[in-house]
């Protein structure tokens, strides 16, 4: 397993490219993205991050009746920054 690479990025942008990216590929259920937040900086592994959301959204899509809905909420609650 290769080295953690922690740095600084914008989660709801990351969000949004994962919605858009799977969205593509789920022909018969509708992703959406709700957040409060225009911006929410983060310091971490953005390709780690990157990976255990796609998969967590991959398995959403999967896992969701024909004709679904996914949808991802980004919400801040002081320093505090929850996404399901």
């Known amino acids: ?3 953690s690479l922690t740095g ?7 969000l949004a490219d994962l919605v858009r990216s799977v ?3 789920a022909e018969q259920h509708s992703l959406m ?3 409060t937040e225009p911006e929410a900086k983060i310091v971490a ?7 255990v959301i796609g998969n ?3 398995n959403a899509v999967k896992y969701s009746p024909h004709g679904g ?3 991802v909420r980004l919400h801040r609650q ?3 920054i929850t996404s399901a």
């Open 56 to 58: 967590i959204l991959d």
């Open 23 to 25: 969205q593509a590929s």
């Open 33 to 35: 993205l709700e957040t």
């Open 69 to 71: 809905q996914v949808i």
């Open 78 to 80: 002081g320093p505090i």
């Open 1 to 3: 397993m290769g080295r």
């Open 8 to 14: 600084t990025f914008d989660l709801p942008t990351v």
């Open 45 to 51: 592994d953005q390709a780690r991050i990157e990976q």
